[in-house]
Antibody
């Protein structure tokens, strides 16, 4: 079964840091790009960051650029999101998502998410 | 940054009716446009990719169309199980953006 499991969320004060992790299973992790997408309470989806299979290409939403860093360890089948200088507006459920089998332009498997509360 | 605007924000229809959801891009995009369904308390589910391609296993009642800046998701015959928020999403190089969502009610 294809599965993504996020961890690392929690309650943190503004200005502090947090590192999220996502462990993959059931597919060839090292052949797919991966993404972080967040959803603030009661709000819509916001793409946060993406990283290619080789880590050669990465990008970020303007709202987190310069504060968040995405990385991956293909040997450990893990995706990470280092979040620094956290703000109240970063409070959200953070999903890890896999690049679609059919196209690199969509995401076809999502984890259950990990909650980050900045307060 | 490309902005996606979805309309209407909320769509209230009766069972059996056709739902037409719009997604407009702030500039012309390639057909790298996807649609997701998110039911209450659930994670998003990919329905349509590259504007008009249905994911295997997604019912044929869901269809996508459009090009350039205007895209549409159509649900041919609404059922209570279709109650959800629907999001469009685009990709430009390595940057992705989501629309604000359309809530479909029965």
């Amino acid at each position: 079964e294809v599965q993504l499991v996020e961890s690392g969320g929690g309650l943190v004060q503004p200005g502090r840091s947090l590192r999220l992790s996502c462990v993959a299973s059931g597919f060839s992790f090292d052949t797919y790009a991966m993404h972080w997408v967040r959803q603030a309470p009661g709000k819509g989806l916001e793409w946060v960051s993406g990283i290619s299979w080789s880590s050669g290409s990465v990008d970020y939403a303007d709202s987190v650029k310069g504060r968040f860093t995405v990385s991956r360890d293909n040997a450990q089948k893990s995706l990470y999101l280092q979040m620094n200088s956290l703000r109240v507006e970063d409070t959200a459920l953070y999903y890890c998502a896999k690049e679609s089998d059919a196209t690199p332009s969509a995401m076809d498997v999502w984890g259950q998410g990990t909650t980050v509360t900045v307060s | 940054e490309i902005v996606l605007t979805q309309s209407p924000a909320t769509l209230s229809l009766s069972p059996g009716e056709r739902a037409t959801l719009s997604c407009r891009a702030s500039q012309t995009i390639r057909n790298y446009l996807a649609w997701y369904q998110q039911k209450p308390g659930q994670v998003p589910r990919l329905l349509i990719y590259d504007a008009s391609n249905r994911v295997p296993g997604i019912p044929a009642k869901f269809s996508g169309s459009g090009s350039g800046t205007d895209f549409t998701l159509t649900i041919s015959s609404l059922e209570p199980a279709d109650v959800a928020v629907y999001y469009c999403q685009q990709r430009s190089d390595w940057t992705f953006t989501f629309g604000g969502g359309t809530k479909v009610e029965i």
